[in-house]
Structure formats: C-alpha cells, structure tokens
C-alpha cells in the first residue's frame, strides 16, 4: 500500500506537469530562465526561428500568414531552412478549444443553450445553491481546476499514453456531482476540466457524440475538409492516444494542417462569429509573457484578447507539438505557426507567432 501511494504520488506530480504544459503553454518560457529571456524581445522572428530549429533534423515548423487579403505559408526545417511546401498534419492541442466554443456559441444563437445558465440546467446533477455557468467554463473563471486526478492517469503515465485517455463522460459527470464550487466570483485559472464539461454539455443538449458532433462542424459549417479528431494518424507521428468516448477530447484533439487554419482565421477577420468578442476582464499578469509583449486583458469564447497590442489570440500543445493562431482585426492580418515540437522546447510557437503578427504590423 504503501508503494501503490508513493507511485501515485509520483504520476502525480510529473502528470501536474504534464497538464500544464499541454494547457496554454504559460510555463514554456520558465525553461530558459532570466538570462536567456532576456535576449528574446530584442529578437526577430527569423532570430527566434533559427535558434528553435538550430541542429534539429525532426523540425518541421510550418508558418502561415494572411496580409492584404492573401494567404501565404511556409515550411522551415533545421536551421531555419525553407523545406519543400508539404501539408502535414499537427495536433493543434488547445485550439480545439475554440471550435468547442464556437459550437457552444452556435447553439446559445439558437436560444437552446443560455451563456448565464447554470450548468446544471444540462446536466442531471445534485440540487446544490451554486453551479458554475456556460459562460464561466467558456472564460475559465467557473473556480474548477485545471484537470482532476483519476486513477486511470497511472495507468496512461506507465503505458506512454496522453494523461487523459480512458477518462469519459461518466467520470467527468461524477467530479461535476462531488466537487463543489462556491458561489463567488473566481479568477482565471485554465482549465481543461472545464472544456470536457463542456463537451459533455454539448454531447447532452445535441444528443450526438463529440467526435460526430465536432467533425460534422468542422467539415460542414467551417469547412475545414482536413482538420478531424485525432485517430492516431499524422506523418511527423508521435500523436497523443485517444478513444471514443474520451471526455477531454473538447479541450485538445483535433488534428490539422496549415490550409486549414489560415481558412479559419480568415474567418475571424471576416466576421464568421462574434466568439472572440469579449465575455470577461481577466487581466492575467504572467511576467513571462509580458515580458516577451503577450498580454491576456480579456476573454471571449475561448479567444484571448491582447488589448495593448489589438491581437487576438489561442495556443496548444501537446506532448510533442505546439500551436499559435492570432489576428489583427484593425489590420486584417493573421499569423498561423504548426510545430512539431514540445511546448517547452526552445522559443515555443506562442512566441514565434507573436513576433510574426507583430512584424506584419508595420
């Protein structure tokens, strides 16, 4: 018993790690330490991109562009190299979380869901005073962490499997019903755990399995023909493991290419919802992002909004890849960045991305 404790113990730890840097890659950055930090903001993103991929043989980073009404995209390989102009197909972790909002959003538009409902108007949940609402899971300041430990988590640690795999409706609904949240005002704190919930509130209010339910949305009111939830099936390989029926799935499993996403952020700029519109004030003060220029002032339905620097913005990442897409409005211009490297690995997609759209500004 007393092993079995100390094992768990451990999963914990590295797991709560793990967790962290698949949520929005806030400590990446804590990687390089002071000094190193230091040297980044004076750095172009030619600079940033070089020392990311320098000596990498496995780096395949694809960068889009939009500017001026037109697309454009570019694949770097070791040492900054351009590589031949090849779709691959990346976990975009994180993101997904904008398409589940998006289609939260779709149906509060329909009038069959309500932003300032409890969640417990969709679930079969105990009579309690307080439930978080639609709109705090939206904006991560329903008070619920960012993921629950289950005993599955051991499993997938020892096994090399995503932390979340296994974990399905059943198991969120029972946290939902045993973990109280109290009737106050909470901070932001990201949340996957929020984002499942939500995938089984949609899963409940369309009476349709998220796979179905998401890939129907993505192929047939997005268009996006190539992006899907990850079946385990990409060419730059180690994808994270999922089944059918895994709850998480909402917060991080979608796969996509470069095509894709810049169709989906010409959406933004051509108005396609009003999801990265303000719902909260967050005023997030991560010194490591500020100090690079990222600012987190408020949130829409998932987006988050850099007021200082009039972006708009989300990230991802997994074990093995990281993600950025972020826009202008006032400009009319957006930045993609797909890599195939972990979220702590050297200057993370965030950063790339953020010089990028910054460069595209002047």
Known sequence: MKTKKGAKKIVLIIIASVVAAAALVFVGLML?????????PAMSFEECLNYTTAGSDRAVITVGVIKDGEASWTVYGKDGAELQKTLHTYEIGSLTKTVTASMVMKLVDEGKMSLDAPISDYLELPERAHYPTIRELLTHTSGYSSYYFESAMIGNFFGGKNSFYTIGDSTILNTLKNTEIADKPHKFDYSNFGYAALGLILEKVTETEYTR???????????LANSRISDGNGDLGKLWDWQPGDTYMSAGAVLSDIEDMLKYAQMQLDGFSENHKSLAEIDVVNENYRTMGINMDEIGAAWLIDNENGFVWHNGGTGDYNSYLGFCEETKTAVVVLSNFAPGYKIPATVLGLKKLQELQK
């Open 32 to 40: 390089y330490g002071k000094h190193q930090m230091s040297k980044i």
């Open 213 to 223: 339910l998401c890939e129907d949305y993505l192929h047939n009111e997005l268009g």
